[in-house]
Structures are given as C-alpha cells and as structure tokens.
C-alpha cells in the first residue's frame, strides 16, 4: 500500500466518516491544538529568551530548561495528539500539500535539535559554552519552531 | 449613529475594502495574529503556572513576572494591532459574529482580572514571593487568567465556524 493509498483508506474508513459528518469534532480538536501551541510557545520562549540573554537571567538556564522541558513535553503530547486526529480528518488533502511536508521536516528537525544540541548547550555549566553559541542555538531552535508554525497555519488556508 | 451603522459605514471605506479584497495581506495578518499565540499566550500561561505554584517554583515570583510580563505585553500588543486590522476589514461581520463578542467580553475580563492582581495581591508580593506555592488568592488570579486565556482562544477559533453553525 502506497502513502497515498494509506491516507485514503485512513480518511474514508468507517470512524473518520463519522467523525468528519460531526459539526464539531474538527472545530474543538482544532481549537486544543491552538492552545498546544500556547503552551509549546510558553515553554520554547522561557529557554530560548534565556539563552538570548533576554529571559529569566537571574536563574541559571540550566534550571529554566529543567522546568520548561516538562511543559513543552506536555504541549508535544496535546499538539501531536491532537494533530494526528485533524491529519486523519483530510489525510489525502495534507498528503498533496508541500507546507504539510515542510512542517513534519522542520517538526522531526526541531525535536531531534532540542534533544540533542538544544539540551546539551542549555544544561552545560555557563562558563564553558561562548555567549555567541548559546545564542547560536537559540536562533536555530526558534528559527525551526517558527517554520513548523508557520507551516501549520498554512495548511489550514483556503 | 449606532455602532451597527457605523461598522457599515467602516466596511465600505477603501483601505477595508482593499485589506479584504487583498489575498496575501489578509492572510500574512491573520498567521501574525493566530501565531502570536505562542508569544502573547504562551509567555501569560508561563507567569500563571507560576502564580499556581506549577512551574519554576524555585524561581521567586517577582522574577518570573518582571522578566516575563514585557514579552507578554509586547504579544499582546502585535495581537490588538493585527487583532483591530482583521476586525477593520470585515467590520459588520465581525461585529454580528456572536463568538467575537464573546471574545470581546472574555478579554476585557483578563486585562480586570491582571489589573485587580496587579493593585492588590502584587502589592504584597515581599510577603509571598518565594512560595513554591503561593497563597490562596494568588492562584485564584491565576486560574482565572488560564480560564479567560483558554476561552479567548475558544471563541477566537469558533468565529470561523459562526456562519457555519448558525447561518
């Protein structure tokens, strides 16, 4: 079974009929995912105005990304949760949609940063990561977060 | 002139027929309003998770709050700027949108809620503000602030489903 074949038989089967005939199925799990992005927002922006320079400086970011990381991993769970029940819901549509694409990629990239670099610069002792790395890091975390917002609120355009 | 008449009369000056007739600068306001979100929202749930002793409890509130409340505000201020040029470009049909009023009312709900916190329990904020949890009439604001932000949210989504439901 192709992809395509997939997303088909995933938006046509029996419970996505069912769901899709609803008023309001689509509208409340789309209206969770934007407060997802609320919560994922507050947490990316607590580390990354830290690192910045323009956050909580009086904390060590160590601390701060400590804390954030429980949020911003709940905000994940409500944002994929959510996210895979509005994909379902079109599957075939988001299939044909570069932005769709664009999004997954900068999603993966921005989870497999924030895992890997992201963490370990924010977690390091202060005094041995350069001010021009931290905030290096920073800007690629926002930047990828960025795109896969971005690329949300364009899925959803006429 | 009543607020109905007026809103049409707004509907038909040239810069809201341009802003509704234009396609990619209406959208480009309305990602920048529905992406704000994250700055304008997200950074307020961060300060009121704190005020409910949920987050950053080891962080002293006046911190978190000084630190925050400008990034806050400055989310909040590019919401009211796009915010008011959606409304401009389709002023009755907001203006009849049941769920924009709800809006309306839920958000001058928050900005009381964060102006009735900042004259009283902030004032005391010394006696406070290393709680990890701090008291009662603290995490009432901020329950309240999660509530008014979670149906700003709500209603701001449902206009888009107004004419769908009800028209």
Same mark, same amino acid.
């Given at each position: 079974?192709?992809?395509?074949?997939?997303?088909?038989?995933?938006?046509?089967?029996?419970?996505?009929?069912?769901?899709?005939?609803?008023?309001?199925?689509?509208?409340?799990?789309?209206?969770?995912?934007?407060?997802?992005?609320?919560?994922?927002?507050?947490?990316?922006?607590?580390?990354?105005?830290?690192?910045?320079?323009?956050?909580?400086?009086?904390?060590?970011? #160590?601390?701060?990304?400590?804390?954030?990381?429980?949020?911003? =991993? @709940?905000?994940? $769970?409500?944002? /994929? %949760?959510?996210?895979?029940?509005?994909?379902?819901?079109?599957?075939?549509?988001?299939?044909?949609?570069?932005?769709?694409?664009?999004?997954?990629?900068?999603?993966?990239?921005?989870?497999?940063?924030?895992?890997?670099?992201?963490?370990?610069? #924010?977690?390091?002792?202060?005094?041995?990561?350069?001010?021009? =790395? @931290?905030?290096? $890091?920073?800007? /690629? %975390?926002?930047?990828?977060?960025?795109?896969?917002?971005?690329?949300?609120?364009?899925?959803?355009?006429? | 002139?009543?607020?109905?008449?007026?809103?049409?009369?707004?509907?038909?000056?040239?810069?809201?027929?341009?802003?509704?007739?234009?396609?990619?600068?209406?959208?480009?306001?309305?990602?920048?309003?529905?992406?704000?979100?994250?700055?304008?929202?997200?950074?307020?749930?961060?300060?009121?998770?704190?005020?409910?002793?949920?987050?950053?409890?080891?962080?002293?509130?006046?911190?978190?709050?000084?630190?925050?409340?400008?990034?806050?505000?400055?989310?909040?201020?590019?919401?009211?700027?796009?915010?008011?040029?959606?409304?401009?470009?389709?002023?009755?049909?907001?203006?009849?949108?049941?769920?924009?009023?709800?809006?309306?009312?839920?958000?001058?709900?928050?900005?009381?809620?964060?102006?009735?916190?900042?004259?009283?329990?902030?004032?005391?904020?010394?006696?406070?503000?290393?709680?990890?949890?701090?008291?009662?009439?603290?995490?009432?604001?901020?329950?309240?602030?999660?509530?008014?932000?979670?149906?700003?949210?709500?209603?701001?989504?449902?206009?888009?489903?107004?004419?769908?439901?009800?028209?």
């Amino acid at each position: 079974m192709s992809l395509l074949e997939f997303c088909r038989w995933l938006q046509y089967s029996a419970p996505l009929h069912t769901l899709r005939e609803s008023p309001v199925f689509f509208p409340v799990v789309a209206t969770i995912h934007l407060m997802g992005l609320a919560l994922i927002g507050g947490s990316v922006l607590l580390v990354d105005l830290r690192l910045l320079g323009w956050g909580l400086q009086g904390q060590p970011a #160590a601390r701060i990304a400590d804390d954030a990381e429980r949020w911003l =991993r @709940r905000g994940l $769970v409500v944002m /994929v %949760s959510t996210g895979i029940l509005l994909f379902m819901c079109f599957a075939t549509k988001y299939y044909y949609l570069t932005f769709f694409w664009v999004k997954m990629a900068a999603l993966v990239a921005v989870v497999v940063f924030t895992r890997s670099v992201h963490r370990r610069v #924010a977690m390091a002792n202060e005094a041995e990561v350069s001010p021009f =790395r @931290r905030r290096f $890091v920073a800007l /690629v %975390s926002l930047f990828l977060w960025t795109t896969v917002a971005v690329g949300g609120r364009y899925i959803g355009f006429p | 002139m009543d607020l109905f008449r007026f809103f049409e009369w707004l509907g038909t000056t040239s810069w809201s027929v341009a802003l509704h007739e234009s396609r990619y600068v209406f959208l480009f306001v309305l990602m920048l309003h529905v992406l704000t979100v994250s700055v304008f929202v997200g950074t307020a749930v961060m300060i009121d998770l704190r005020l409910l002793g949920k987050a950053m409890t080891h962080v002293p509130v006046s911190q978190v709050v000084t630190r925050l409340v400008p990034w806050s505000q400055a989310g909040f201020f590019v919401m009211v700027v796009t915010g008011t040029l959606l409304f401009y470009a389709a002023p009755l049909t907001r203006y009849e949108n049941v769920f924009f009023r709800l809006k309306m009312v839920a958000l001058a709900m928050a900005v009381m809620n964060a102006w009735l916190f900042r004259r009283t329990a902030w004032r005391r904020v010394a006696e406070w503000d290393l709680d990890p949890v701090p008291p009662r009439r603290v995490r009432v604001a901020g329950a309240l602030s999660l509530t008014l932000l979670a149906t700003i949210i709500t209603t701001g989504r449902m206009m888009a489903y107004s004419d769908y439901w009800f028209g």
